[in-house]
């Protein structure tokens, strides 16, 4: 399992952060610009990431100001989970983002640079856009 992760302090409360993450409209705002044809309610996303694939998204668990666990609604290239963890630090909240995908040697060489600036984005879009 490759794990891909990143972290960012929102100078928001938890439970303005966990709003916003737990309604997966709003992770049209997070994502790079080589997201097309994007749909959403508030429990699933779907959309294509432009010359890669086609995903699916659902909101598999929700734990309120703690966690959202997102996994594929249909099934995806590789098997992966999508977490966003949530901590209160007082004058705001850290959020960590993080991809466990299972890919294979080829999957990995291809996928891991993408896997790693879709996290880094996300969490520095999430700083920007709640601050």
């Known amino acids: 399992m490759s794990v891909f992760e990143s972290k960012a302090t929102v100078n928001k ?3 303005q952060v ?7 409209n709003n992770h049209l705002k997070l994502m790079p610009d080589n997201i097309e044809d994007w749909e959403s309610t508030a429990d699933v996303a779907s959309f294509n990431i432009k010359n890669v694939t086609k995903l699916s998204l659902k909101i598999d668990e929700r734990v309120v100001n ?3 666990r997102v996994i594929p609604a249909e099934k995806p290239p590789f098997d992966m989970e999508l977490k966003w963890e949530l901590i209160d630090v007082g004058d705001g909240t850290q959020a960590t983002f993080t991809i466990n995908a299972d890919l294979n040697m080829m999957m990995k ?4 640079g993408p896997l790693q600036k879709l996290v880094d984005e996300e969490t520095t879009n999430l700083a920007t856009l709640l601050s």
């Open 13 to 15: 409360p938890i439970a």
């Open 66 to 68: 703690s966690l959202i």
């Open 109 to 112: 060489m291809f996928a891991s």
């Open 18 to 24: 966990y709003a916003f993450l737990a309604d997966m």
